[in-house]
């Protein structure tokens, strides 16, 4: 018995065209694959259980102040019709702080995208079955998957709002990516009357795998993630951040949805707007500043100067000056083993983790941050 989500993707255009054989396959085994790929992506979010997760996961939540800014905009936003939240992607704890944020506040809950890397074992069930998240195959080419996919999530929307992150995967070398389309333009095709895109960043302190991600600086293949979750576990060890969550103003979708151009301009109009929210941290703007040996007060002072270029910029500043910064951001990152503070003078320890930390920025700064030699 086919159920109400699968029937409609069936009724679908683009799926009935596929089906008709317009992309080389078609009868029984085009049907197979688009129920196929169907099967793989159908989700379930029971809320209340997952809110229980938070319990289990307290080890590492506890290491995670969250912090919402302007939440105001996501409540407005969801009382006025559906929501897709678009947001950077810094670290598997994304999909925990962000979601938490909104559920604590008493938003309501959105259904999430993750890699399908994330849905193996017992956290896949957990994922399939009680937070309500869609697995996704990244960098895929094939049709059938992309507009199985594409007409999902499109029905997915009618009932539920999205919560995915436009630059795919994580970002290893630490900058804001450009982003990717795909989700952009399955949730521009769901047609739905009053949906808007609301532009959310999270920032952190520290990252949590950020000596992982800044080794590899360029992901080449997908790793399994019982391993990436044991290098996580590793570098939790006295790990401790603030995340920051913040909301933008919604953005109304006024463009043609089977226009690439337009599409292409929308994402990057997104991207912008989450790049803007993105919170300026003391660790960020001291890794910016950073030399590979430079004294206290010379430190101030090129903090000064980050800060300056970034308020210029409209940047969202959690730090106002360059004493502040120095003050607040060498003890977690000496603490992390990425500096290390004598007396009056810091030199580098761990360079390439603290260049991971200064490219957070490089999408406000009028330069490409200046790298640590």
Not at 118 to 140: C, E, K, M, Q
């Amino acid at each position: 018995m086919i159920d109400e989500i699968t029937e409609a993707v069936l009724a679908r255009d683009e799926v009935t065209r596929y089906l008709e054989g317009r992309h080389g396959e078609s009868g029984r085994a085009a049907r197979e694959r688009i129920q196929g790929y169907l099967e793989e992506l159908r989700t379930t979010q029971r809320y209340p259980i997952y809110r229980a997760l938070k319990h289990p996961l307290y080890p590492i939540l506890r290491k995670i102040e969250r912090v919402a800014e302007h939440l105001e905009a996501a409540r407005a936003a969801t009382r006025a019709g559906r929501v897709v939240y678009a947001s950077n992607h810094k670290s598997h704890t994304d999909y925990l702080v962000e979601l938490l944020v909104l559920d604590e506040n008493g938003v309501r809950p959105p259904i999430i995208a993750a890699g399908i890397n994330l849905f193996g074992g017992p956290l896949g069930l957990l994922h399939r079955h009680v937070t309500g998240a869609i697995p996704i195959r990244r960098n895929t080419k094939d049709p059938a998957y992309l507009i199985t996919l594409k007409a999902y999530v499109a029905e997915l929307l009618r009932k539920h709002d999205l919560f995915f992150y436009p630059e795919g995967g994580r970002s290893y070398s630490g900058e804001i990516k450009s982003p990717k389309t795909g989700l952009i333009h399955a949730a521009l095709q769901a047609d739905h009357s009053h949906l808007v895109v609301l532009p959310t960043a999270v920032a952190y302190d520290l990252v949590l795998e950020d000596h992982v991600l800044a080794r590899q600086r360029i992901k080449r293949t997908q790793r399994p993630f019982s391993r990436e979750l044991a290098e996580m576990v590793r570098y939790a060890v006295g790990y401790r951040s603030r995340a920051f969550v913040t909301f933008g103003k919604p953005i109304t979708v006024e463009i043609d949805a089977a226009s690439r151009r337009d599409v292409l301009e929308f994402a990057h109009t997104v991207m912008d707007a989450i790049g803007r929210l993105y919170k300026v941290l003391p660790t960020a703007v001291v890794a910016n500043a950073m030399r590979p040996s430079i004294g206290r007060r010379d430190l101030e002072a090129r903090a000064d100067a980050v800060i300056d270029t970034l308020r210029s910029k409209g940047a969202n500043l959690g730090v106002t000056s360059g004493a502040e910064a120095v003050a607040l951001g060498l003890e977690p990152l000496e603490a992390r083993g990425i500096i290390v503070v004598e007396r009056s003078r810091v030199r580098v320890r761990e360079r390439n983790v603290l260049r991971y930390y200064a490219h957070t920025l490089d999408h406000l700064l009028a330069s490409p941050s200046r790298r640590t030699h």
